[in-house]
């Protein structure tokens, strides 16, 4: 099985710092099912390939700990050392993984810089015929040219075999490349040649950040990519979809005039921090969740508080986390800090056995984001299953909005937003979610308070 990557993008022999692997050397690598041999049959200035020829020992398969199943003959007779697959995603991070990252210390603006590139493999089995190449590949913005092969040059009456020798060719960067191979050449085999539970949908959605909630065929790549497992392909669909979701809200936000930018004034989003951790440190907790944290401004300031030993921020955006990493400098922070802190990726509105075991709970502006079926499934999630001793929840008051001049009448302050509330709604909320699930809760203005029509945000403290 070779891979091969091809870029005449000048100086082309420049893919070696991309690929962390010199040109000038053969190097071989030991992985659990055999071996992946890096080396360059070109490198020059104008033109430059880098070949990973992987070489899978078949009898190591079958009497060592990756052992297939199946029947015996099929242990021996199979395709597997031949053809791309699982195998090949596996040597990809193992040996590419740096360029698969983006990492690069010598050219750090070149893994950052889309350039012409060409990967072919040979030989790539597409479970699906030479179409489903091209839905894969050209959403992606590659050019796909396949080469197929009968089933036996000898009997042309077989017909073809699910074989090809495949180049796709785009621009972009390297670290994207690799990981569109990473994720989709195992979704062509339709096999994998280890178990898939959920560590694979988290993979799955780290790996499919930016492309895969918008390609076409994502319902196809996620369930072959979890191999048929049902549970874990709804789970990933519908967190593609919120992912979709938000991303098209904020694309909307930054081409259209924001309404948020009523609400913009810096002051009223630290009053509400501001009250939120005020509630958080009264209750005495001393490990605290963000549900819903976004680019951690919150999280900054419980880190401030020495009684919050430990804090979790979740979400379900890729991008937000990035950002709150990077406000964070969470790769800076003394150790004994940065262990204070976990982020995680993942949706609210699943059982999440991660966000068990906390005192306290926030959730900041975040329930107005989902529509009635999300937010039931986010109350369990929150109330039943995580089940802090105190949850502190925010949310715009609807009766407000009239205060505003540039807010135009009926429209809420956010695009996503899918309710604004008055204060009798969230009450009437608050106090169900409360009684079905044996918390009490009391209500708290923030922001400049209307006699009338109140403050700008509500916010309930749920006390169990
Ligand atoms: N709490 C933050 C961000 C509020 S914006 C603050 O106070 O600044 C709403 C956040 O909720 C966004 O970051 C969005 O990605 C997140 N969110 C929306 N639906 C979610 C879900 N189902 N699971 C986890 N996070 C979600």
Same mark, same amino acid.
């Not at 990933?236 to 938000?246: F, P, Q």
């Not at 921090?273 to 605290?288: I, N, T």
């Not at 990077?326 to 056995?353: C, V």
């Given at each position: 099985?070779l891979l091969s990557i091809t870029t005449?993008?000048?100086?082309?022999?420049?893919l070696?710092?991309?690929l962390?692997?010199?040109?000038?050397?053969?190097?071989?690598?030991?992985?659990? #099912?055999?071996?992946?041999?890096?080396? @360059?049959? *070109?490198?020059?200035?104008?033109?430059?390939t880098a070949c990973l020829?992987?070489?899978?020992?078949?009898?190591?398969?079958?009497?060592?700990?990756?052992?297939?199943?199946?029947?015996?003959? $099929?242990?021996?007779?199979?395709?597997?050392? @031949?053809?791309a697959?699982?195998?090949l995603?596996? $040597?990809i991070?193992?040996?590419l993984?740096?360029a698969m990252?983006?990492?690069?210390?010598?050219?750090?603006?070149?893994?950052?810089?889309?350039l012409p590139l060409a990967a072919r493999i040979d030989?790539l089995?597409?479970?699906?015929?030479?179409?489903?190449l091209? *839905? &894969?590949f050209?959403?992606l913005?590659y050019t796909v040219e396949?080469?197929?092969?009968?089933?036996?040059?000898?009997?042309?009456?077989?017909?073809?075999?699910?074989?090809?020798s495949v180049t796709i060719r785009g621009?972009t960067?390297l670290?994207q490349l690799l990981t569109h191979l990473y994720?989709l050449v195992?979704? #062509? !085999?339709? *096999?994998?040649?280890?178990?898939?539970?959920?560590?694979? &949908?988290?993979?799955?959605?780290?790996?499919?950040?930016?492309?895969? $909630?918008?390609?076409?065929?994502?319902?196809?790549?996620?369930?072959?990519?979890?191999?048929?497992?049902?549970?874990?392909?709804?789970?990933?669909?519908?967190?593609?979809? !919120?992912?979709?979701?938000?991303?098209?809200?904020?694309?909307?936000?930054? $081409?259209?005039? !924001?309404?948020?930018?009523? *609400?913009?004034?810096?002051?009223?989003?630290?009053?509400? %921090?501001?009250?939120?951790?005020?509630?958080?440190?009264?209750?005495?907790?001393?490990?605290? +969740?963000?549900?819903?944290?976004?680019?951690?401004?919150?999280?900054?300031?419980? +880190?401030?508080?020495?009684?919050?030993?430990?804090?979790?921020?979740?979400?379900?955006?890729?991008?937000?986390?990035?950002?709150?990493?990077?406000?964070?400098?969470?790769?800076?922070?003394?150790? %004994?800090?940065?262990?204070?802190?976990? =982020?995680?990726?993942?949706?609210?509105?699943?059982?999440?056995?991660?966000?068990?075991?906390?005192?306290?709970?926030?959730?900041?502006?975040?329930?107005? %984001?989902? !529509?009635?079926?999300? +937010?039931?499934? +986010?109350?369990?999630?929150?109330?039943? #299953?995580?089940?802090?001793?105190?949850?502190?929840?925010?949310?715009?008051?609807?009766?407000?909005?009239?205060?505003?001049?540039?807010?135009?009448?009926?429209? #809420?302050?956010?695009?996503?937003?899918?309710?604004?509330?008055?204060?009798?709604?969230?009450?009437?909320?608050?106090?169900?979610?409360?009684?079905?699930?044996?918390?009490?809760?009391?209500?708290?203005?923030?922001?400049?308070?209307?006699?009338?029509?109140?403050?700008?945000?509500?916010?309930?403290?749920?006390? =169990?």
């Amino acid at each position: 099985m070779l891979l091969s990557i091809t870029t005449e993008h000048p100086p082309a022999s420049d893919l070696g710092y991309l690929l962390h692997k010199h040109p000038d050397r053969l190097q071989s690598f030991d992985l659990s #099912f055999g071996k992946a041999h890096v080396f @360059y049959p *070109e490198a020059d200035a104008d033109r430059c390939t880098a070949c990973l020829l992987l070489d899978i020992d078949p009898v190591g398969m079958v009497r060592g700990k990756n052992r297939s199943q199946g029947d015996l003959l $099929a242990h021996y007779v199979n395709d597997r050392p @031949y053809v791309a697959s699982s195998f090949l995603s596996v $040597a990809i991070s193992q040996v590419l993984g740096s360029a698969m990252a983006g990492r690069c210390k010598d050219r750090p603006e070149l893994a950052e810089t889309s350039l012409p590139l060409a990967a072919r493999i040979d030989v790539l089995p597409v479970r699906g015929g030479e179409r489903f190449l091209h *839905e &894969l590949f050209e959403p992606l913005g590659y050019t796909v040219e396949a080469e197929g092969y009968p089933l036996d040059e000898q009997f042309p009456a077989w017909g073809d075999s699910p074989y090809y020798s495949v180049t796709i060719r785009g621009t972009t960067t390297l670290s994207q490349l690799l990981t569109h191979l990473y994720v989709l050449v195992p979704v #062509f !085999d339709n *096999e994998k040649h280890y178990f898939v539970g959920e560590a694979e &949908l988290e993979k799955l959605l780290a790996k499919g950040d930016g492309w895969l $909630a918008a390609h076409p065929a994502k319902e196809q790549i996620t369930r072959r990519y979890l191999r048929h497992r049902y549970g874990l392909y709804r789970q990933a669909l519908s967190r593609l979809i !919120d992912v979709e979701e938000l991303q098209a809200s904020s694309e909307e936000q930054d $081409a259209a005039a !924001d309404p948020e930018t009523v *609400e913009r004034t810096e002051s009223l989003n630290d009053q509400r %921090h501001g009250a939120v951790l005020a509630a958080l440190k009264a209750s005495g907790a001393r490990s605290v +969740l963000d549900l819903g944290c976004g680019e951690g401004k919150l999280l900054r300031q419980l +880190l401030q508080e020495k009684q919050f030993e430990q804090i979790v921020g979740i979400d379900v955006s890729i991008r937000s986390l990035e950002m709150a990493q990077k406000r964070l400098k969470l790769d800076r922070l003394p150790r %004994h800090q940065a262990e204070r802190l976990k =982020l995680l990726h993942g949706s609210l509105i699943y059982r999440d056995r991660r966000l068990e075991g906390y005192d306290a709970a926030a959730v900041v502006e975040v329930i107005e %984001h989902l !529509d009635p079926p999300r +937010l039931s499934a +986010l109350e369990r999630a929150v109330f039943e #299953f995580a089940r802090p001793k105190t949850v502190v929840i925010t949310t715009p008051n609807q009766e407000y909005n009239i205060l505003w001049e540039s807010l135009p009448a009926g429209q #809420f302050r956010h695009a996503d937003h899918r309710f604004e509330w008055t204060r009798a709604e969230f009450q009437a909320w608050a106090e169900r979610v409360a009684q079905s699930f044996g918390y009490t809760v009391r209500y708290l203005p923030v922001g400049p308070e209307d006699e009338k029509h109140g403050s700008p945000t509500q916010m309930g403290v749920f006390q =169990l």
